[in-house]
T-cell receptor, first 115, second 114 residues
Framework: AQSVAQPEDQVNVAEGNPLTVKCTYSVSGNPYLFWYVQYPNRGLQFLLKYITGDNLVKGSYGFEAEFNKSQTSFHLKKPSALVSDSALYFCAVRDKSGGSYIPTFGRGTSLIVHP | DAGVIQSPRHEVTEMGQEVTLRCKPISGHDYLFWYRQTMMRGLELLIYFNNNVPIDDSGMPEDRFSAKMPNASFSTLKIQPSEPRDSAVYFC????????????FGSGTQLSVL
């Protein structure tokens, strides 16, 4: 079985400050990990993914995520937040070892960046 | 490419009426997914297709829901009869074959059942 948890429903940060959106996962084998962003009245958009290799993954719009196998985490980060980053962020996981091809999504974290 | 196209963007209907949501996936993608998003339940996978064949419909809430994919470029999600608790945003997504492929989502259909 695979699952993902986003422990924070909402994250508030001031513009210009660093941001972190947390994600932890559970899989039987090794994971593929994804972050998606959803802007108001839009579908989810892919931000970045971890497949293998370097634990720090860089993605769109200046976002990056750090894979930590020992902590089973894949937190999303950005060094300097923008007001336009305000959106709903989803973490997703898929087990590499087979089983279901389908990724499991977290419940989402609302990021609010204050001017 | 225009991306995944869903129609209508908004649908308001009365309880008991039939509702049909439509999706055109990205050309060449062989997986198609239907999701439902609500505040209470978050993002739920309803059903997915591979090469037009339904693979897993365990997420379909009840028999009132049905989905079809008659060809590689079109899918429908039908609710008959609709109920107020079906009010949600319904997303269609598509992707390439197996592997760590990302999903491409449509803009969704906002359904309101009165």
């Amino acid at each position: 079985a695979q699952s993902v948890a986003q422990p924070e429903d909402q994250v508030n940060v001031a513009e210009g400050n660093p941001l972190t959106v947390k994600c932890t996962y559970s899989v039987s084998g090794n994971p593929y990990l994804f972050w998606y962003v959803q802007y108001p009245n839009r579908g989810l958009q892919f931000l970045l993914k971890y497949i293998t290799g370097d634990n720090l993954v860089k993605g769109s719009y200046g976002f990056e995520a750090e894979f930590n196998k020992s902590q089973t985490s894949f937190h999303l980060k950005k060094p300097s937040a923008l007001v336009s980053d305000s959106a709903l962020y989803f973490c997703a996981v898929r087990d590499k070892s087979g089983g279901s091809y389908i990724p499991t999504f977290g419940r989402g974290t609302s990021l609010i960046v204050h001017p | 490419d225009a991306g995944v196209i869903q129609s209508p963007r908004h649908e308001v209907t009365e309880m008991g009426q039939e509702v049909t949501l439509r999706c055109k996936p990205i050309s060449g993608h062989d997986y198609l997914f239907w999701y439902r998003q609500t505040m209470m339940r978050g993002l739920e996978l309803l059903i997915y297709f591979n090469n037009n064949v339904p693979i897993d419909d365990s997420g379909m809430p009840e028999d009132r829901f049905s989905a079809k994919m008659p060809n590689a470029s079109f899918s429908t999600l039908k609710i008959q009869p609709s109920e107020p608790r079906d009010s949600a945003v319904y997303f269609c997504a598509s992707s390439f074959a197996r592997g760590p492929e990302k999903l491409f989502f449509g803009s969704g259909t906002q359904l309101s059942v009165l």
